[in-house]
C-alpha cells in the first residue's frame, strides 16, 4: 500500500509541476511549503507578506503546496502537524482577505512508520473594489453538439429534459427558439465565489448579484456551430480575445461538420482549447471510448501536435488545469452529460482552479499604455442612448472620460465622452486592460459608428490604413489564388472585404504555400496593428496569416485635427 502510495504521488507531482518552474520559482502563484506550525510573529508576518505577493502574481490567487520542500521534494507531514499548517495558512489567508480550499491531499511513504500527507490549498482573494478575476471561454462545436445545453446547465444550475429546456434562456432571437440553432454571439456567465463554490442564476440570483458575490467569472461566449453562420463564429473568435476555447463534441456523431474547422480556427488564432464530449447519456461506453480515440488521433497528428489529457476524477481535473496553463501542447478531454449531470463536476472543478494567462506584471504593462478600446457590438437603449459593446485592448478607461472614435469611412476621427460602464451588467467606475465591457456614449450619433472601430485616448494619434501587407499561408483553395481575388479578411475586430493586389515574388498561390500578399480594402480604411494575427475567407478559399507592413495614413490625411475642433460633436 505504502509502495502504491509513492508511486500515485510521484505520478501527480510529476503531473502537477512538470513545468519550468521546479523549484520554488520567485514569479507564478505557486508557493511550496514544508510545514507552518505555529511560526513566531516575525515569521508570520513573512509569510503573510509573501501569501500577498503569490496572490497578486497570480491576479487573486494562489496555491500552496504543503509538506513539499523548496526544491520540489516530497516529504510530508504527520496529521498533527498538517492540521496545525492548514490552521496558520488559514490565519494568513483572514489577515490579507482571502479564503482557502483544500484541493486534494495524498499520502507519501517517506521511511517513517506515521503516515505523511501532502496537501494541495487553492487560496483566493476576495479582490478589492469588486475587480473580479474575469476569464473569457469561446465555445465550439458543430450544430448540434449541445454547446447551449451545456452552457444552460452550468449557468442555471439546472439539468436539462433532453429536449433542449436548458438552453431556452440563451437563444437571443424567435428563429433560434423555433429552430434550436444558435446563430448570434450570446454571453453568459458562471461566478466562482472565493471558497471555490459555484455561483450562478440558480435561487434566483440576478447578474448583479452574481458579479457581487463572485471572486472570479468565467463568460461563455456561446458561438454557432452551423457552416452558415461561420463568420459570426470568427468574429466570436477574433474579436472578444477569449483567453480559452471550449470545444463541444456530440458522442454520438463524434468530428463531424464543422468540427475540424473550428479546431482549426482556435488552432491558427493559437487560443489554448480543451475538449467536452457531451451526451455520453445517449450512447454506450465503447461508443465514448471510439469518440475520445478518434479525438486522440487528431490532437496527436503532425499538425496539432497535441498531448490529450482524459479526465476522470477530481484528481485529474486540478492537474488539467494547472498543467493546461503552463503548457499550451495539452488539451484536457471530459465526458459529461447535460441530462444525467454525470462529470458534470470535473468541469465545474476545472474551471474554478483554471488560473489566468497574463500575470499581473503583463496587466500593470498593459494598463500603463494610451487608452485603446475595440468596438464590437453597437447598440441604443431607451433613456441612456448609444452603447458600444468590446474589449478595452491597452490602458485604463474611466467614466467621464474623453476619447476619440474611428476611423469613420472618410478616415476621420470623432470626440465621445464615456457617459458610464458596466460589467457583465453591473455597474463599474474604472476599466482595466483585457476586460470586456458596455460603454454608454449618451446623445452621440449611432450612425456614425459601425463593429470594427476603435475608441482610443486622443493623444494616440492612431494610425489607419486602407493599403496592408500580410505574410500568409493558404490553407485550402480549389485552384489557385492570384492578384485580383477579392477575400474577407478577419483582423481582431475588423471585418471587411479586401482584394489582392500583389503576391511578392509570385504570381499565384496553390493551397499550402506561404506568401507575402499586399491586400486593399474595398470601402473604408481600418485601423490595424504590424504582428495582428490575419484571417481570410472567401467560400471554402480560407488562409491564415499576420499583418507585416501598413501604407499608413497620415493624421493630416485623415482629418483628426478637424473632427476635434470644436462644434465637431456637442457632448
Same mark, same amino acid.
Given at each position: 500500500?505504502?509502495?502504491? *502510495?509513492?508511486?500515485?504521488?510521484?505520478?501527480?507531482?510529476?503531473?502537477?509541476?512538470?513545468?519550468?518552474?521546479?523549484?520554488?520559482?520567485?514569479?507564478?502563484?505557486?508557493?511550496?511549503?514544508?510545514?507552518?506550525?505555529?511560526?513566531?510573529?516575525?515569521?508570520?508576518?513573512?509569510?503573510?507578506?509573501?501569501?500577498?505577493?503569490?496572490?497578486?502574481?497570480?491576479? &487573486?490567487?494562489?496555491?500552496? =503546496?504543503?509538506?513539499?520542500?523548496?526544491?520540489?521534494?516530497?516529504?510530508?507531514?504527520?496529521?498533527?502537524?498538517?492540521?496545525?499548517?492548514?490552521?496558520?495558512?488559514?490565519?494568513?489567508?483572514?489577515? +490579507?482577505?482571502?479564503?482557502?480550499?483544500?484541493?486534494?491531499?495524498?499520502?507519501?511513504?517517506?521511511?517513517?512508520?506515521?503516515?505523511?500527507?501532502? $496537501?494541495?490549498?487553492?487560496?483566493?482573494?476576495?479582490?478589492?473594489?469588486?475587480?473580479?478575476?474575469?476569464?473569457?471561454? *469561446?465555445?465550439?462545436?458543430?450544430?448540434?453538439?449541445?454547446?447551449? $445545453?451545456?452552457?444552460?446547465?452550468?449557468?442555471?444550475?439546472?439539468?436539462?429534459?433532453?429536449?433542449?429546456?436548458?438552453?431556452?434562456?440563451?437563444?437571443?432571437?424567435?428563429?433560434?427558439?423555433?429552430?434550436?440553432?444558435?446563430?448570434?454571439?450570446?454571453?453568459?456567465?458562471?461566478? @466562482?465565489?472565493?471558497?471555490?463554490?459555484?455561483?450562478?442564476?440558480?435561487?434566483?440570483?440576478? *447578474?448583479?448579484?452574481?458579479?457581487?458575490?463572485?471572486?472570479?467569472?468565467?463568460?461563455?461566449?456561446?458561438?454557432?456551430?452551423?457552416?452558415?453562420?461561420?463568420?459570426?463564429?470568427?468574429?466570436?473568435?477574433?474579436?472578444?480575445?477569449?483567453?480559452?476555447?471550449?470545444?463541444?463534441?456530440?458522442?454520438?456523431?463524434?468530428? *463531424?461538420?464543422?468540427?475540424?474547422?473550428?479546431? &482549426?480556427?482556435?488552432?491558427?488564432?493559437?487560443?489554448?482549447?480543451?475538449?467536452?464530449?457531451?451526451?455520453?447519456?445517449?450512447?454506450?461506453?465503447?461508443?465514448?471510448?471510439?469518440?475520445?480515440?478518434?479525438?486522440?488521433?487528431?490532437?496527436?497528428?503532425?499538425?496539432?501536435?497535441?498531448?490529450?489529457?482524459? +479526465?476522470?476524477?477530481?484528481?485529474?481535473?486540478?492537474?488539467?488545469? =494547472?498543467? @493546461?496553463?503552463?503548457?499550451?501542447?495539452?488539451?484536457?478531454?471530459?465526458?459529461?452529460?447535460?441530462?444525467?449531470?454525470?462529470?458534470?463536476?470535473?468541469?465545474?472543478?476545472?474551471?474554478?482552479?483554471?488560473?489566468?494567462?497574463?500575470?499581473?506584471?503583463?496587466?500593470?504593462?498593459?494598463?500603463?499604455?494610451?487608452?485603446?478600446?475595440?468596438?464590437?457590438?453597437?447598440?441604443?437603449?431607451?433613456?441612456?442612448?448609444?452603447?458600444?459593446?468590446?474589449?478595452?485592448?491597452?490602458?485604463?478607461?474611466?467614466?467621464?472620460?474623453?476619447?476619440?472614435?474611428?476611423?469613420?469611412?472618410?478616415?476621420?476621427?470623432?470626440?465621445?465622452?464615456?457617459?458610464?460602464?458596466?460589467?457583465?451588467?453591473?455597474?463599474?467606475?474604472?476599466?482595466?486592460?483585457?476586460?470586456?465591457?458596455?460603454?454608454?456614449?449618451?446623445? @452621440?450619433?449611432?450612425?456614425?459608428?459601425?463593429?470594427?472601430?476603435?475608441?482610443?485616448?486622443?493623444?494616440?494619434?492612431?494610425?489607419?490604413?486602407?493599403?496592408?501587407?500580410?505574410?500568409?499561408?493558404?490553407?485550402?483553395?480549389?485552384?489557385?489564388?492570384?492578384?485580383?481575388?477579392?477575400?474577407?479578411?478577419?483582423?481582431?475586430?475588423?471585418?471587411?472585404?479586401?482584394?489582392?493586389?500583389?503576391?511578392?515574388?509570385?504570381?499565384?498561390?496553390?493551397?499550402?504555400?506561404?506568401?507575402?500578399?499586399?491586400?486593399? @480594402?474595398?470601402?473604408?480604411?481600418?485601423?490595424?496593428?504590424?504582428?495582428?494575427?490575419?484571417?481570410?475567407?472567401?467560400?471554402?478559399?480560407?488562409?491564415? &496569416?499576420?499583418?507585416?507592413?501598413? =501604407?499608413?495614413?497620415?493624421?493630416?490625411?485623415?482629418?483628426?485635427?478637424?473632427?476635434?475642433?470644436?462644434?465637431?460633436?456637442?457632448?
Amino acid at each position: 500500500m505504502a509502495g502504491e *502510495a509513492v508511486t500515485n504521488t510521484s505520478a501527480w507531482v510529476a503531473g502537477a509541476y512538470r513545468s519550468p518552474c521546479w523549484h520554488n520559482a520567485e514569479d507564478g502563484n505557486i508557493e511550496y511549503k514544508l510545514k507552518l506550525v505555529n511560526p513566531s510573529q516575525y515569521r508570520f508576518e513573512h509569510l503573510v507578506t509573501q501569501m500577498k505577493w503569490r496572490l497578486q502574481e497570480g491576479r &487573486g490567487e494562489a496555491v500552496y =503546496q504543503i509538506g513539499v520542500e523548496d526544491n520540489g521534494l516530497l516529504v510530508g507531514l504527520s496529521e498533527e502537524e498538517m492540521r496545525a499548517s492548514l490552521k496558520t495558512l488559514r490565519r494568513m489567508a483572514e489577515k +490579507v482577505g482571502a479564503d482557502i480550499t483544500v484541493l486534494r491531499e495524498r499520502e507519501v511513504d517517506y521511511d517513517s512508520d506515521v503516515p505523511r500527507k501532502i $496537501t494541495e490549498v487553492l487560496v483566493r482573494k476576495v479582490p478589492d473594489n469588486q475587480q473580479f478575476l474575469d476569464l473569457r471561454v *469561446a465555445v465550439l462545436g458543430n450544430v448540434d453538439s449541445g454547446k447551449s $445545453t451545456l452552457l444552460g446547465v452550468l449557468t442555471q444550475g439546472e439539468l436539462d429534459n433532453g429536449r433542449g429546456r436548458a438552453r431556452l434562456n440563451l437563444f437571443r432571437h424567435l428563429h433560434e427558439i423555433q429552430s434550436g440553432r444558435t446563430s448570434s454571439i450570446s454571453f453568459e456567465i458562471l461566478g @466562482f465565489n472565493s471558497k471555490g463554490e459555484v455561483v450562478n442564476y440558480s435561487d434566483s440570483r440576478t *447578474a448583479e448579484e452574481i458579479c457581487e458575490s463572485s471572486s472570479k467569472m468565467i463568460t461563455f461566449i456561446d458561438l454557432a456551430g452551423h457552416h452558415k453562420y461561420l463568420k459570426t463564429t470568427i468574429f466570436g473568435l477574433t474579436s472578444y480575445c477569449p483567453d480559452f476555447a471550449m470545444l463541444v463534441v456530440s458522442a454520438n456523431t463524434g468530428i *463531424a461538420g464543422t468540427t475540424r474547422e473550428h479546431l &482549426g480556427l482556435a488552432m491558427a488564432l493559437k487560443v489554448p482549447f480543451f475538449i467536452v464530449i457531451s451526451k455520453v447519456d445517449l450512447c454506450s461506453k465503447a461508443t465514448v471510448e471510439r469518440t475520445v480515440k478518434q479525438l486522440e488521433r487528431i490532437l496527436k497528428q503532425p499538425g496539432c501536435n497535441k498531448l490529450p489529457l482524459l +479526465v476522470n476524477s477530481d484528481d485529474d481535473a486540478v492537474t488539467a488545469a =494547472q498543467q @493546461f496553463a503552463q503548457s499550451p501542447n495539452i488539451t484536457p478531454i471530459f465526458t459529461l452529460s447535460s441530462v444525467s449531470g454525470e462529470n458534470l463536476d470535473l468541469l465545474k472543478v476545472f474551471l474554478n482552479i483554471l488560473p489566468p494567462l497574463t500575470n499581473s506584471k503583463e496587466q500593470e504593462e498593459l494598463m500603463q499604455q494610451l487608452t485603446e478600446f475595440q468596438v464590437d457590438e453597437i447598440y441604443t437603449v431607451p433613456e441612456v442612448g448609444t452603447v458600444v459593446g468590446g474589449t478595452l485592448s491597452s490602458g485604463i478607461c474611466r467614466e467621464g472620460e474623453n476619447l476619440v472614435v474611428g476611423p469613420t469611412d472618410d478616415g476621420k476621427f470623432l470626440r465621445l465622452k464615456v457617459c458610464s460602464i458596466q460589467r457583465n451588467r453591473s455597474a463599474c467606475r474604472v476599466l482595466r486592460a483585457g476586460q470586456a465591457a458596455t460603454l454608454a456614449l449618451g446623445p @452621440f450619433d449611432r450612425s456614425l459608428l459601425r463593429k470594427g472601430m476603435v475608441m482610443v485616448s486622443p493623444e494616440m494619434n492612431p494610425t489607419i490604413c486602407s493599403v496592408f501587407e500580410a505574410e500568409i499561408v493558404l490553407l485550402f483553395h480549389a485552384t489557385t489564388f492570384r492578384k485580383g481575388f477579392q477575400v474577407t479578411v478577419h483582423v481582431g475586430n475588423v471585418r471587411q472585404t479586401a482584394i489582392v493586389e500583389k503576391i511578392h515574388g509570385k504570381d499565384k498561390l496553390r493551397t499550402g504555400e506561404k506568401a507575402v500578399v499586399r491586400f486593399r @480594402f474595398i470601402k473604408h480604411p481600418e485601423y490595424l496593428k504590424i504582428g495582428a494575427k490575419l484571417l481570410f475567407r472567401e467560400g471554402v478559399t480560407k488562409g491564415i &496569416g499576420h499583418v507585416t507592413d501598413l =501604407q499608413a495614413i497620415t493624421t493630416k490625411e485623415n482629418g483628426l485635427e478637424e473632427s476635434l475642433g470644436p462644434g465637431q460633436l456637442s457632448f
